[in-house]
Every structure is written in C-alpha cells, then in structure tokens.
C-alpha cells in the first residue's frame, strides 16, 4: 500500500523569506503523480503544485517548487518570498498512474505559519 | 466556470440518524470522488465515482454509501450515524479526460453528530 509522510505538523517562516516543506512516500509503482494541495484556514483545498513521476525536471509554478528525488521518495516544497497568503495547512498527496483511478493519498499536514 | 458546490455546508444530526450529502461538480466534469477529514485521521478516501459507477472505494464501514447521477452530481449517504462520523465530507471533481487532469476541491460540508 502507498503511504505519504509529513514529519513536519507546524513550521513558520517570516514575511519575505524561504522556507521548505517536507514529504516522503512509499510505493512500489513506477507510475504517478505526487502533489501539493494547500488549506487555507476554513476556505476550500486548492492544488499548489503537481510533479508527474515520470519527469525528471522538478516542477516550478511562481514562487512554488518542489525537489523530487525520486530514488529516496522525497517531495519536498519550497515557498520563495513567503506571504501573509501562504499561511495554511499544506497537504503533500499521492496518486497512482494511469489514469484509473482519480484516488488521493494525503499525508497529515504541515501547518505553515507567516510571521509579519 | 462555477466550482465543486457542497450542500449543505453546515449539518448537526444526533446519533442513529443518517444524513445525505451532495456534490456538484464543475461542468463537464464526470469524476467525482469524496474524502472525509477529521483532526485525528486526516484526510481519507471514501469513495469515487465516474459517469455514474463506482469505481474505487475507501476502507470505511457500509454505513457510508454513495451514487452518481446522469449529470454527474453525486451524494453521499451515512446511516445510523456515530459520534465517530462528525467530519468535514471534502468532494473533489476532474473531467478525467487524461491522466493529469486536476482535482478540484469544494467547500466541503461540516457534519456534527451530537
């Protein structure tokens, strides 16, 4: 069975600077999807970012990017120039290849805090 | 476009009743899937339907059912509700045209069982 893993559950990062979130994963399939979906508080889970396996160029979107090394199952995210806005629980996701099935693994969540 | 809707968005039940919950997905969309998230287990998979069969199912009991209907819509169905059961119910919809297509979220409906 797939599992995803946030050893993270808060962080903070100041108005303005980096900071980095961490996931793992297991699985034994060669085809899939991993993502980051960001919950802000009491509105909807919008995606932030979406890395497919099978490419070996990290995904980029904005001040958004993730570093995927595939052989250790890390899909970390970083958050450049952080703002008030980031503030959110950001869930780090699976989802198996091919189509079949539109099933998310979620991890437990990193609470992020933006300190002004 | 308008989104995934959720309605209700706010429900109070008491135990042993069962309750029904629907999900609108974004136009065009045909895939359909559920989640329930709570503080202790998280977000987990219920159940996902696409044009109108289920197609993958979570590890939770019967209690918990689920329909899709010719236009897409579904509703969830919980019965003979527990303590256990009060959640946030996540739907989240795609056009499953190809694989990478994008789920997107609704508001999600918060269910209290007293």
């Known amino acids: 069975a797939q599992t995803v893993t946030q050893s993270q559950p808060e962080m903070s990062v100041q108005e303005a600077e980096t900071v980095t979130l961490s996931c793992t994963y297991d699985?034994?399939?060669?085809?899939?999807?991993l993502f980051w979906y960001k919950q802000p508080p009491s509105r909807q889970m919008i995606l932030v970012i979406r890395q497919e396996a099978y490419k070996q160029q990290n995904a980029t979107e904005n001040r958004f990017s993730v570093n995927f090394q595939k052989a250790a199952k890390s899909f970390s995210l970083k958050i450049s120039d952080s703002q008030l806005g980031d503030a959110a629980m950001y869930f780090c996701a699976y989802r198996r290849g091919g189509g079949a099935t539109n099933k998310l693994i979620f991890g437990t969540g990193t609470l992020l805090a933006v300190q002004p | 476009k308008a989104g995934v809707t959720q309605t209700p968005r706010y429900l109070i039940k008491t135990r042993g009743q069962q309750v029904t919950l629907s999900c609108s997905p974004i136009?065009?969309?045909?895939?359909v899937s559920w989640y329930q998230q709570t503080p202790g287990q998280g977000l987990q998979f219920l159940f996902e339907y696409f044009s109108e069969t289920q197609r993958n199912k979570g590890n939770f009991p019967g209690r918990f059912s689920g329909r899709q209907f010719s236009n897409s819509r579904s509703e969830m169905n919980v019965s003979t509700l527990e303590l256990g059961d009060s959640a946030l119910y996540l739907c989240?919809?795609?056009?499953?045209?190809?694989?990478?297509?994008?789920?997107?979220f609704g508001p999600g409906t918060r269910l209290t069982v007293l």
């Open positions: 699985t034994s399939e060669s085809d899939y999807y």
């Open positions: 989240a919809s795609s056009s499953n045209r190809v694989s990478t297509d994008t789920q997107y």
């Open positions: 136009s065009g969309h045909r895939s």
